[in-house]
């Protein structure tokens, strides 16, 4: 690869092609684009080998999480869980440390949400200084193993969905905060 073609830190190197990849999920993400979620799975299975993935948004006050999107071939899909934080699982860890999981082996003594996997990994998604939410894929293939270098890759995923989603909801309170100047100025 030539300078031109990656862009390579101390521990890894992202395609400009991955890049572009990402820049794209997050301009539909930012739109509301309605295949926002099939274009990330095939960004997920690409990139980390496995299109078993899941979503979850997490509402504090409510202390529960929803899944817009659950992708995982061996289990039924999860609508939301209630009470997250009275419950031993990963994806609580990841929302309440605000910090990724890597996981390359059978962990019993927190739970996965699904089938145990032979890899797994989360990262959170944040707006500002709070978590919103966490990305987890799963790899129930022997030959996929997750690295420090797709925990960076899916932390880049989750910072980007966090940072469009931040700005669709931004410019949806401009709209509002317009409209309510414009009645106001109307009277």
Same mark, same amino acid.
């Not at 890894?12 to 309605?34: C, G, H, R, T």
């Not at 609508?79 to 390359?104: A, F, P």
């Not at 003594?109 to 959170?124: A, C, E, M, Q, T």
């Given at each position: ?10 521990? #890894?190197?992202? #395609? ?10 997050? /301009?539909?993400?930012? /739109? ?11 960004? =997920? ?32 899909? $999860?609508? %939301? =869980? ?15 440390? /605000? ?19 032979? %890899? ?20 129930? $293939? ?12 899916? %932390?880049?995923?989750?910072? #980007?969905?966090?940072? #469009? ?23």
């Amino acid at each position: 690869m030539s300078k031109v073609d990656s862009i390579g830190t101390s521990s #890894s190197i992202y #395609s400009v092609e991955m890049l572009q990849d990402i820049a794209n999920i997050s /301009k539909s993400f930012s /739109k509301n684009d309605s295949k926002r979620y099939l274009k990330l799975e095939i960004i =997920i299975d690409r990139y980390f080998g496995s299109s078993d993935f899941y979503i979850a948004l997490y509402n504090k006050e409510k202390d529960e999480v929803t899944f817009p999107y659950f992708r995982i071939k061996k289990k039924e899909r $999860h609508t %939301s =869980i209630k009470n997250i934080s009275n419950q031993e699982l990963l994806l609580y860890d990841i929302i309440d440390q /605000k910090k990724s999981i890597l996981k390359n082996k059978k962990d019993n003594k927190k739970r996965y949400l699904v089938p145990s996997p032979f %890899s797994w990994i989360g990262v959170p998604m944040e707006i500002g200084e709070g978590v919103f939410g966490a990305i987890v894929v799963l790899g129930y $293939h022997q030959n996929i193993q997750f690295n420090e270098e797709k925990n960076q890759l899916l %932390s880049i995923i989750g910072i #980007s969905i966090g940072t #469009s989603l931040e700005l669709r909801n931004s410019r949806e309170d401009l709209k509002e905060k317009d409209k309510a100047n414009k009645a106001l100025f109307k009277i």
